[in-house]
């Protein structure tokens, strides 16, 4: 059984910051690509940013510049940092990831149960 627990969102103030969290656990064999979404009222789920195992990193245009994708591979741990945020960046965000199991010993894709971010003054 694997999970994805996110933290770290809550309420800021537009030009503030936050920075996201997702910690996955359980049977954990490796994992693979690692990502956060986010989903606004009555607007389809969009990628934020996304890291591959090695690093490499791809944002979304509406991000680029203000947010960070990382990842500790040791901990199984993935970050969004979120700089000069904005009203439209006012969102559920999940986090995603591409995890191989000790169970059944397949590549499966995850999601974390989400985070509010509101940006508003």
């Known amino acids: 059984q694997v999970q994805l627990v996110e933290s770290g969102g809550g309420l800021v103030q537009p030009g503030g910051s936050l920075r996201l969290s997702c910690a996955a656990s359980g049977s954990i064999f490796s994992i693979n690509a690692m990502g956060w979404y986010r989903q606004a009222p009555g607007k389809q789920r969009e990628l934020v940013a996304h890291i591959t195992i090695g690093g490499s990193k791809i944002y979304a245009d509406f991000v680029k510049g203000r947010f960070t994708i990382s990842r500790d591979n040791a901990n199984n741990t993935s970050y969004l940092q979120m700089n000069s945020l904005k009203p439209e960046d006012t969102a559920v965000y999940y986090c995603?990831?591409?995890?191989?199991?000790?169970?059944?010993?397949?590549?499966?894709?995850?999601w974390g149960q989400g985070t509010q971010v509101t940006v508003s003054s």
């Open positions: 995603n990831a591409d995890i191989k199991d000790t169970i059944s010993w397949r590549t499966s894709d995850y």
